[in-house]
């Protein structure tokens, strides 16, 4: 596609200043594509005029044709990441002019922190045109904080490690005294903010004892002094009840000091409460952060820590009469449980004496009680019968006495003549006995002959080398069997 230069040449052309003769009946060399052949860079024909888009094209080259520019610039406008593009869309400005600026994706995603509305930004980038539009935008292929951008990114690098160590905890706060009597202040000597101090304590209360120990609040140097009027008022001797670290307003860069990371340190390792009032209500100081109570100015800081001497009266008055209040409802409700209590008292005890009462009289209506002699006359009456009674069952004890000892005599003598026949029978079985006795046998000069099975009746019983044992009258003889022999043996032989 041809294209124009800034000079109004045609892309490719011979000369700087020449223009090819298709198209045109005539007029003077050199002129501009708008320029007619009558009048010379003043009128124009229809086929020397340029398109919208010939314009644009124009105007985009001229754009494409400039280097990489480095912008500074405040953002403002801000929109992204574009929820379906991932691409940003805002607006960069100074004093006197602004321009649409646009951010990929790509780049956006490798940021190191995010942009918004009223931070100085340095962008490095192109211009380029839209050309469906016609819109010139500058995109943005790298940017970095700049100015007082910069110093907030490092201001907030550091709150962010302070308070991931635990400095901005409320747990780690101490509270500050509601009624101070020793205030020390840490501030400039010189300025106006000692004097607001001084004016606004003896205003509200002048019984506040205000010790003023001088540093530098701005400048080189400023936060080692601050640290150090921070040792000597928590030094001071009796201790104050708390330390005011005030100054006045400025811009960011004079309140930078308070944003220094020993300071700050020192304000959250002070062993009395801080409270700080540094600039104005919008000022936020990493100081405010870790100290004990944050107010927004140097004024508020001292009317904190002294309740106004009205405010005081108005808040006993109140607390006067909210315990009065209080004590009166609390009496009340104690009379009015005490007559409960009372009442409840009273019906439990006549429940219980009538109960006594009732067991009092049925006690009494008893035959033992009312009439303690009647009994002993029933017991007596009782007891006489039983003795007669007595009496009468042992009547006949001596009837029966003597026919029982007339049935033992009978008895006895039946006894001993059925023993005495019995022992003479007795006697005659036991003679018997003893004559057929084997002992009287064995006396007379017999022997009882014992074998292996027992008493040996027959010579047969026995067998040479048998054992045999002879039972005598006075003992057993042991011996073995050397010879049998029988009778009938004998006999032969005798024969």
Request: charged share 30%; hydrophobic share 45%; glycine share 12%.
């Given at each position: 596609m041809e294209g124009w230069n800034l000079t109004g040449a045609r892309a490719g052309s011979s000369a700087a200043g020449q223009r090819p003769s298709a198209r045109r009946s005539g007029g003077s060399q050199g002129g501009f594509p708008w320029e007619g052949p009558d009048t010379p860079a003043a009128a124009s024909r229809d086929d020397d005029a340029l398109s919208v888009s010939q314009a644009v094209e124009l105007a985009a080259g001229a754009l494409d044709a400039l280097p990489t520019l480095t912008v500074i610039g405040e953002v403002t406008g801000f929109r992204g990441p574009n929820a379906r593009s991932g691409h940003c869309y805002f607006q960069i400005k100074d004093d006197g002019a602004a321009v649409d600026c646009i951010i990929w994706r790509g780049v956006y995603g490798k940021r190191s922190f995010d942009l918004r509305d009223g931070m100085q930004v340095q962008f490095t980038g192109n211009f380029n045109l839209y050309k469906p539009t016609g819109r010139m935008s500058f995109v943005a292929k790298t940017f970095s904080l700049?100015?007082?951008?910069?110093?907030?990114?490092?201001?907030?690098?550091?709150?962010?490690?302070?308070?991931?160590?635990?400095?901005?905890?409320?747990a780690r706060k101490r509270p500050i005294p509601a009624f101070c009597t020793r205030v020390a202040v840490v501030t400039s000597l010189s300025g106006a903010v000692i004097d607001d101090v001084k004016r606004t304590l003896r205003r509200r209360n002048p019984l506040v004892e205000l010790v003023c120990v001088g540093a530098k609040v701005q400048g080189e140097g400023a936060p080692a002094e601050l640290i150090s009027g921070l040792g000597r008022a928590a030094a001071i001797m009796p201790a104050p009840d708390c330390i005011l670290l005030v100054r006045g307003g400025g811009s960011y860069e004079d309140l930078m000091t308070f944003n220094d990371e020993a300071l700050a340190r020192a304000v959250a390792s002070c062993p009395v409460p801080v409270v700080t009032g540094i600039g104005h209500e919008p000022d936020t100081s990493i100081c405010d952060m870790v100290s004990d109570r944050r107010c927004s100015t140097p004024t508020a800081a001292a009317e904190s820590v002294a309740p106004a001497m009205s405010d005081l009266a108005d808040l006993l008055s109140s607390r006067g009469h909210r315990l009065a209040l209080a004590a009166s409802s609390r009496v009340e409700g104690a009379r009015v449980q005490i007559e409960g209590l009372d009442g409840r008292i009273s019906n439990a005890m006549a429940s219980r004496l009538k109960g006594l009462g009732a067991a009092l009289d049925a006690a009494a209506s008893r035959p033992c009680l009312k009439s303690p002699q009647a009994i002993v006359e029933r017991r007596r009456a009782e007891l006489a019968q039983t003795a007669d009674r007595l009496s009468a069952s042992t009547s006949g004890f001596e009837v029966r006495g003597h026919a029982?000892?007339?049935?033992?005599?009978?008895?006895?003598?039946?006894?001993?003549?059925?023993?005495?026949?019995r022992s003479a029978e007795l006697a005659s079985s036991a003679a018997s006995l003893e004559a057929l006795s084997p002992l009287k046998v064995l006396a007379r000069g017999y022997a009882i002959a014992y074998g292996e099975s027992g008493v040996a009746t027959r010579a047969a019983s026995f067998a040479p080398g048998a054992p045999v044992r002879v039972r005598m009258a006075d003992g057993d003889v042991y011996g073995s069997v050397t010879k049998v022999e029988m009778l009938d043996a004998r006999a032969s032989r005798h024969e």
């Open positions: 700049a100015g007082e951008g910069l110093l907030r990114q490092q201001v907030a690098a550091l709150a962010e490690k302070l308070r991931r160590e635990g400095l901005m905890d409320e029982l000892a007339l049935a033992s005599e009978r008895l006895a003598n039946q006894g001993r003549g059925l023993v005495r026949a």
